[in-house]
């Protein structure tokens, strides 16, 4: 999970390019980055931590230009605190290529392979990101005439891109000269929309992970980028758009609506609030079969994500719902916080209780989901020392029994806490009288009610099936090995000092860091 920008203006594109990364904050806590574009230049700042930690005033004048490029990196191939893979990723050949991904490609160590043995191109990081960028660079280099580019080739090399590539990737990048690219895997898995803004000077446009950034920046929604389709604007602000993949189909990553995505966004077509809401509602049924109505005195929600299916399944219980929890907003999402004691530890930080609303009650607390039940245990310990009588759990998802490959950081089967436990086995080790589980079905149900033609999904953490169709025992193992191999963070190093500013001038091949 990944938060990416692009945007073709009329003026300079840096504040709105920061201003949107801000909006996606929540996608990537880890490094954030911002490319522009000026003439034959590129102009490159990225750095590790918060995007208001990244840039500084000094970093945004040295972002002139009027397209870019902008990215917020949450970790989920490569390591997490080596800073060489923050993006955008850059390459000089063939014709200088800024890149910006989101999700993760399941055969980028084949790629790599190719990359040497086939393209004679060098891979730096191990970062699945830098992988795809030289493939798309190869691709272009193979369509293009001579030295030159055309619309028709650059969709080439989106096509050759999807033939080559497996897994997850919704992309944003530069061409040099050229314009601004944008496209997507052919099951749309992770999501990416575009719209439009009418100004005196012209046409402006911008690609963005979630439709909130197109909200809040004062851009017209158009619509989702279909599955396996690209879409150019070149430097005249002519918009193109192409289907690249021979067989597309919509397979949206469900956990988005669940958890990653913010309420206010949609994603292909479906407004993650009310997606959320009907997950409410259909837990509230699985609840009335599970747990005696008349035992539950409050409902309560473990904030933010799961409120509006909290409020939404009290309603139907005709239960009170009460606000138990005060978040501390300036502690990051814990589910993107790599380690177990670092979650642990932010939980506490993040909540507290509201003591009246715990004392002497039966609470029902909502999640959206359990993953490796480490917050869980904690929010349940919270809720038996303010007072509660009776603790009862509700997940608005499945259990979370396999790992997640396209983008989602949970690769290891062992950290998952319903893995080869039953749900009583989950609820004794979270410490709850009583622990519900949304059904799959239902989750599906509470989508595809909102949009109908919308039927197939990745839901691959719920019900172990990989809507790529290349992921087996094998390929788990090994990425299970490769995870438990990371090294450990190597101290606390200067945010500041280890970003990196940079102009790279295409014309005369300099790079200035």
């Known amino acids: 999970m990944c938060g990416i920008l692009g945007v073709m203006a009329n003026t300079p594109v840096n504040q709105l390019l920061y201003d949107g990364l801000m909006v996606l904050q929540h996608r990537g806590q880890d490094a954030a980055g911002i490319a522009t574009a000026e003439g034959s230049t590129f102009h490159l700042h990225k750095g590790p931590g918060l995007v208001r930690d990244v840039f500084r005033t000094r970093n945004m004048r040295a972002l002139p230009g009027n397209w870019g490029i902008g990215h917020v990196r949450y970790p989920t191939a490569g390591s997490a605190y080596n800073f060489a893979e923050a993006q955008p990723f850059y390459v000089n050949s063939p014709f200088g290529i800024v890149l910006g991904h989101n999700g993760n490609l399941t055969n980028a160590e084949q790629l790599k392979e190719q990359m040497f043995r086939l393209d004679r191109r060098h891979i730096n990081t191990n970062s699945d990101s830098e992988v795809l960028l030289n493939v798309l660079a190869h691709e272009l280099q193979a369509a293009a005439h001579g030295y030159e580019l055309d619309v028709d080739s650059i969709f080439q090399a989106v096509a050759g891109v999807h033939r080559r590539c497996r897994g997850a990737y919704a992309v944003v990048a ?70 690249c993949a021979q067989q597309p189909m919509y397979a949206p990553c469900i956990f988005e609506y669940v958890y990653l995505a913010r309420p206010d966004t949609v994603i292909d077509g479906v407004s993650v609030y009310e997606s959320r809401l009907a997950m409410g509602e259909l837990l509230a049924e699985k609840i009335r079969a599970n747990i005696p109505v008349d035992q539950i005195d409050v409902v309560i929600p473990i904030p933010d994500s799961s409120r509006p299916s909290a409020m939404q399944l009290a309603q139907a219980l005709n239960i009170p719902f009460r606000e138990g929890f005060v978040k501390n907003r300036y502690v990051g999402r814990t589910f993107i916080m790599p380690g177990q004691a670092m979650r642990r530890k932010s939980v506490r930080q993040k ?163």
């Open 174 to 243: 530069l061409i040099a000269g050229y314009g601004l690219l944008a496209f997507r895997d052919p099951h749309g898995i992770r999501p990416l929309v575009y719209g439009e803004n009418r100004t005196e000077q012209g046409m402006e446009y911008l690609v963005a992970s979630e439709s909130v950034a197109l909200d809040t920046l004062g851009f017209q929604v158009v619509r989702d980028i279909e599955p396996g389709e690209a879409v150019f604007i070149d430097l005249n602000h002519q918009l193109h758009s192409r289907q």
């Open 351 to 513: 909540l507290n209780t509201v003591g009246q609303e715990f004392k002497g009650k039966r609470v029902l607390l909502v999640d959206d989901s359990i993953v490796r039940g480490t917050t869980s245990r904690e929010i349940v310990d919270m809720a038996r020392a303010a007072g509660a009588t009776k603790v009862y759990f509700a997940s608005a998802a499945p259990p979370v029994r396999y790992p997640n490959v396209y983008g989602i950081d949970m690769p290891t089967r062992a950290e998952l806490i319903a893995t080869g436990r039953s749900d009583a086995q989950i609820a004794a080790e979270i410490g709850v009288d009583a622990l519900v589980y949304q059904d799959i079905e239902a989750l599906k149900q509470s989508v595809t009610r909102l949009r109908s033609d919308l039927t197939v999904f990745d839901a691959s953490c719920f019900d172990g099936c990989y809507v790529t169709g290349d992921i087996d025992d094998y390929y788990l193992d090994a990425a299970e090995g490769k995870r438990s191999s990371k090294p450990a963070k190597s101290g606390e190093d200067d945010g500041e000092g280890r970003a990196s500013q940079m102009v790279l001038g295409l014309g005369n091949g300099e790079s200035e860091a």
